[in-house]
């Protein structure tokens, strides 16, 4: 199963907590929708990034989007050759959310792969030396969105061992002493998605990052939670099959502080503002914390 399919099944769930507030985020997802098809951003403008979640939501609550209006706004980026990294990576992530494979998606893996480092992994950078465990987990996505196998993932996966870190953890780039969560709650995911073994200490490092008031934090040294870090500790531990009964009400407790009437989600407490990523990671901790 996909890196996509793994966090979507356990999106779907969320609707088991949710119960009749599922329609309210129904609709702020909805009204996040501009006419040309794709999803605001923070400023209100179509961005790729943002479709991805807004797309993702609406079929983790099973609801139905017009898939010819944003089939056509996709087309308007060909094979990505404007798009940096990132959002080359959400073109392809968009037309896997529409169960569609571009004709355009052989173009689009060979740009993922000018990203390719020296030391085999990616970055988010052209020609980049050494590699970055985000840009690792969006190209190993890319690959999945459009149906390919990624070309070497040993070499792939050896690359990912200069990203550890001391403390037992992964950074996102090398030389770093304190691991930090969503990097590591990445590695852990795609290595499982390889089917590679995690040493077991690593769950226990997540563990570690769960805030006494409830949610996991970014780093050992970030004292306030996110929503981010949060559904990314929650799937990597279940990916290490880890138990998290004994947070599940203090988790549950935090996501409802960044719930809202409007049907969306903050990122953290001292968040202003509402957007589709966020709120897709409250549907992703929602369905882990139903289970």
Not at 170 to 182: D, K, L, M, Q, Y
Not at 192 to 217: K, Q
Not at 261 to 285: K, P, Q, R, S, V
Request: include cysteine; glycine fraction near 8%.
């Amino acid at each position: 199963m996909s890196l996509r399919l793994e966090m979507l099944q356990v999106a779907r769930l969320a609707p088991n907590l949710l119960n009749e507030s599922g329609e309210l985020v129904h609709k702020f997802l909805r009204s996040q929708q501009n006419p040309d098809g794709g999803f605001k951003d923070r400023s209100g403008r179509s961005d790729l990034y943002y479709t991805v979640f807004g797309l993702e939501g609406l079929i983790a609550l099973q609801m139905p989007f017009d898939t010819a209006k944003v089939r056509a706004w996709l087309n308007n980026f060909e094979s990505g050759q404007c798009l940096d990294f990132v959002h080359l990576c959400c073109l392809a992530r968009c037309w896997a959310a529409l169960n569609q494979k571009p004709v355009s998606a052989s173009e689009i893996l060979q740009r993922v792969e000018t990203h390719r480092t020296r030391d085999r992994g990616y970055s988010v950078v052209p020609d980049a030396k050494t590699g970055t465990a985000y840009a690792a987990f969006l190209a190993l996505a890319a690959y999945q969105d459009l149906g390919m196998q990624i070309p070497n993932p040993l070499e792939l996966v050896q690359s990912l061992k200069f990203l550890e870190t001391p403390d037992g953890a992964w950074a996102n780039e090398r030389g770093v002493n304190i691991g930090s969560t969503n990097p590591t709650a990445a590695m852990v995911n795609l290595l499982c998605n390889l089917h590679i073994p995690v040493n077991h200490a690593v769950g226990d490092w997540l563990l570690a990052r769960a805030h006494s008031d409830g949610g996991f934090t970014a780093s050992p040294v970030v004292p306030m939670p996110d929503l981010l870090s949060t559904a990314t500790t929650l799937h990597a531990l279940a990916a290490l099959e880890r138990s998290i009964d004994p947070l599940k009400e203090q988790c549950l407790d935090f996501v409802d502080t960044l719930w809202t009437n409007e049907g969306g989600f903050y990122g953290h407490w001292g968040d202003m503002a509402l957007d589709c990523e966020y709120t897709y990671y409250g549907l992703l901790t929602l369905g882990h914390l139903s289970l």
